[in-house]
């Protein structure tokens, strides 16, 4: 039984991995790597002037690595149930258990279908917090727009999914804020350069 299993590993997966894992919650990625980030090119992601898209997920996988994410590159999720706790994953491999669940599949809907989330029209039905219909099932990225596809879209939902996630943990809402005095503290006189 791990915190947060995460369906998908694409910019909305991995981001909210990369939250909720920074914040002490055990988070497990599935994916089979069919991102649509391998077949672009970023321009448009703030802050960064420009990127292949390959090489944003070999950086962002690293950043999740480096917090130690349960990453599964290559399982797929077959199906998904809830139970009395949380949510049971079965895959093509190990079966996996968590407390929350985060769909984060790219414009494949099928497993919120299964799991009887409500859906809006073609897409499935969230609120700001990406919360669906089922409590404690988030949705993310490609999976709740019926276009407007992009990747920081889809990490933005991603980080909101793990936000709503840690302040439902910890009965307040939760920020995730870091100070210069945190990177010197990690990095010592190396922080502007790491
Ligand atoms: C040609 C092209 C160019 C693009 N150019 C840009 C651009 O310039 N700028 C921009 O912002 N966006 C661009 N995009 C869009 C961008 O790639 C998407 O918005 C973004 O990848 C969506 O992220 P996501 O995390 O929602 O889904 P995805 O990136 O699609 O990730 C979903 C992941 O879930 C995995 N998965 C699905 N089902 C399962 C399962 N059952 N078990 C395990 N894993 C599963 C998939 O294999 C995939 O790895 C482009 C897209 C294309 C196709």
Redesign the pocket.
């Known amino acids: 039984m791990t915190d947060v299993v995460i ?7 991995l981001t909210a991995a990369l939250f909720a894992q920074k914040n002490g919650l055990e988070s497990t990625v ?8 391998h ?7 703030p802050g960064i002037g420009s990127i292949d ?1 390959s090489a944003y997920m070999e950086t962002l996988r690293e950043q999740v690595d480096s917090f130690g994410v349960d990453r599964r590159q290559g ?4 199906g998904v149930e809830e139970t009395d706790d949380g949510f049971h994953v079965a ?1 093509d491999g190990d079966a996996v258990e968590g407390r929350y669940l985060v769909l ?5 809907r ?2 919120a279908e299964s799991l009887g989330c409500a859906f809006d029209g073609d897409v499935v039905d969230v609120d700001v917090t990406m919360e669906t219909s089922v409590d404690g099932a988030y949705a ?4 709740v727009r019926i276009e407007e ?6 990490a933005g ?2 980080a909101a999914a793990a936000l709503n996630i840690l302040s439902k943990e910890k009965g307040e809402h939760y920020h995730d804020f870091d100070v210069p005095s945190d990177a010197e503290a990690v990095f010592g006189g190396m922080a502007d350069e790491a």
Do not use: E, R
């Open positions: 369906v998908g590993g694409g910019p909305a997966g599935l994916d089979t790597d069919g991102t649509w980030m077949k672009a090119h970023l321009f448009n992601y898209g399982t797929k999720a077959t895959t984060a599949t790219g414009a494949n099928d497993l993310t990225g490609a999976m596809w992009q990747a920081v879209i889809s939902d991603g």
